[in-house]
């Protein structure tokens, strides 16, 4: 009987993260920070240290470490100039940030459709979308797998438009042998608790151009160019010395975490063959041009051959004790609240804004719904392990051929 009718669990013990295991090297960094009293970028060296690795790690010139991934966005529109009057395109099957950082950069998001096999920005959409007001695209690699960056790029050269990547999902992610970050005019990176690297919160901006790269170090800091001197609308975009020294270290063992979720990948994805052979769930496959950096596997149930919707499927396979399913993403963007109402940030700015000038409409995009209603997302964090695996595709068994129609 299925737990959440009350029969027993797949597991006693649910799946769910643990935390880390910070060294007794990294402890004593910690602890030397803490003692100098030096918690700040501007007079510490850890920041500094992590960026330069950053850079190196993802094949840029430039990497700038910011607050969070959702400031990093905003910090790449800004930099390159987006702003009033503005249309930016993205993908409403991702977290809200992608299109959020839009807003707050007072431009209008326009939301172009997914492809059915990555998940993400399908590049004729995202063409059939582009008018005179097109500034940029964010471009989401989603769960890890790259999108389709030299159909992008190609776009951007034709319509004169920036690319800024969404590489918060994709850290050490490859598409054609370039590294997820390296290959748009900038890219936005997250370091949340969950993401492949984190300092708690913590987000960065990285480019190859100079210019780009300047604009955003001075508008991550108050757009200062001398004390108290401001030459443009800045923020406060800084991340910690504490953050710093967290994401240097985990940087380091990148390669590490990355043999461990992929070990948890390969086991489940052996384990979920024989429901996929049975036509009742289906594994996009990374592309064969694509190394997949395996933030989230998304699992797209066949829902019309299951008694009970999605959501009671996560229910009970959380019941199984399966901690680290959720859905990624329910609704696409465009039908939550925030687009539906246009309020922004207060008289309908900025879509009411008078240099914008149009209306857009946002009507529902059908990849987008067919995604956002079957899919199931499993968390992959580097100290699940191939039993976890195992686990995981037992209760997808388990559920599936007793909710099979
Ligand atoms: C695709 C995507 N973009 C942006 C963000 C925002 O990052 P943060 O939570 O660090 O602000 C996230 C975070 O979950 C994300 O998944």
Redesign the pocket.
């Known amino acids: 009987m299925l737990a959440i009718f009350g029969g027993k669990p797949v597991r006693e013990r649910p799946i769910a993260a643990r935390p880390l295991v910070y060294s007794p090297e990294i402890i004593k960094d910690i602890e030397e920070v803490l003692r100098s009293g030096a918690l700040v970028s501007t007079h510490g060296k850890w920041v500094k240290a992590f960026e330069e690795e950053l850079a190196k790690f993802v094949g840029v010139k430039y990497a700038y470490a910011t607050t969070?991934?959702?400031?990093?966005?905003h910090l790449a529109l800004k930099a390159l100039g987006v702003g009033p009057g503005d249309e930016v395109i993205t993908t409403p099957f991702?977290?809200a940030?992608?299109a959020t950082?839009v807003l707050h950069a007072n431009a209008v998001p326009v939301f172009a459709d997914i492809d059915r096999e990555t998940l993400n920005l399908d590049p004729a959409s995202v063409e059939s979308k582009i008018t005179d007001k097109t500034k940029a695209v964010v471009v989401?690699h989603?769960a890890g797998h790259p999108a389709e960056m030299d159909a992008f790029m190609k776009l951007a050269d034709r319509y004169g438009i920036y690319i800024v990547e969404?590489v918060?999902?994709a850290l050490g992610a490859e598409y054609r042998g370039r590294r997820a970050g390296s290959m748009g005019h900038m890219s936005?990176f997250?370091?949340?608790a969950?993401?492949h690297i984190t300092g708690g919160?913590?987000?960065a901006v990285a480019t190859d151009v100079a210019a780009y790269a300047e604009r955003a170090r001075l508008i991550r800091a108050h757009g200062e160019t001398e004390k108290y001197w401001y030459e443009i609308l800045g923020y406060n975009y800084r991340m910690t010395e504490l953050q710093g020294l967290l994401l240097y270290h985990e940087l380091r063992r990148f390669d590490e975490f990355q043999r461990a979720r992929e070990e948890y990948v390969k086991a489940l994805l052996d384990g979920l063959s024989g429901l996929e052979g049975e036509g009742l769930l289906a594994v996009p496959r990374p592309k064969p041009y694509v190394k997949h950096s395996w933030?989230l596997v998304q699992v797209l149930l066949s829902v019309e051959r299951l008694s009970k919707p999605r959501d009671f499927v996560v229910d009970a396979l959380r019941s199984e004790g399966i901690g680290n399913v959720s859905v990624a993403y329910p609704v696409p963007l465009y039908r939550t609240p925030l687009f539906q109402r246009m309020e922004g940030h207060g008289r309908g700015c900025p879509w009411s804004c008078p240099f914008y000038g149009r209306k857009v409409s946002y009507e529902r995009l059908p990849n987008a719904e067919w995604a956002a209603e079957r899919v199931v997302s499993l968390l992959v964090l580097p100290n699940l392990t191939a039993e976890d695996a195992a686990d995981t595709a037992k209760a997808f068994e388990k559920v599936l051929r007793e909710l099979r129609r």
Do not use: C, I, P
């Not at 969070?68 to 966005?73: E, H, K």
């Open positions: 969070s991934g959702t400031t990093a966005l991702t977290f940030a992608s950082a989401v989603l969404d918060a999902q936005a997250s370091f949340y969950t993401k919160e913590g987000g933030h």
